[in-house]
């Protein structure tokens, strides 16, 4: 059960047909909904298994200007270009 002082976890409708393959049909949906759902298509009597799951939550993407200020793996210190075989002070 969800702690009452929480914002509800969003819920997707799965379905796996008979060959194994799985299929997202809703989204975003709260756990009743989502349940009533699957439910809804059960009954419809589809060999078909259909389940309801929380949906992961979704990672914050970085904000633009990190992004871009974000040295390539390998570059030596940073603000400074990587320096390959033919640069490197000896």
Same mark, same amino acid.
Do not use: C, I
């Given at each position: 059960?969800?702690?009452?002082?929480?914002?509800?976890?969003?819920?997707?409708?799965?379905?796996?047909?008979?060959? $194994? +393959?799985?299929?997202?049909? @809703?989204?975003?949906?709260? /756990?009743?909904?989502?349940?009533?759902?699957?439910?809804?298509?059960?009954?419809?009597?589809?060999?078909?298994?259909?389940?309801?799951? =929380?949906?992961?939550?979704?990672? =914050?993407? =970085?904000?633009?200007?990190?992004?871009?200020? /974000?040295?390539?793996? $390998?570059? $030596?210190? =940073?603000? /400074?270009? @990587?320096?390959?075989? $033919? +640069?490197?002070?000896?």
């Amino acid at each position: 059960m969800e702690h009452p002082d929480r914002t509800p976890r969003a819920h997707r409708v799965m379905r796996q047909d008979d060959n $194994g +393959n799985r299929f997202l049909l @809703a989204r975003g949906l709260t /756990r009743p909904a989502a349940e009533a759902l699957a439910a809804e298509f059960e009954a419809r009597g589809h060999k078909q298994l259909y389940w309801v799951e =929380p949906e992961e939550p979704e990672a =914050p993407e =970085p904000p633009e200007e990190l992004e871009a200020s /974000r040295e390539p793996e $390998g570059s $030596g210190e =940073p603000g /400074r270009p @990587a320096q390959s075989e $033919g +640069n490197r002070a000896q």
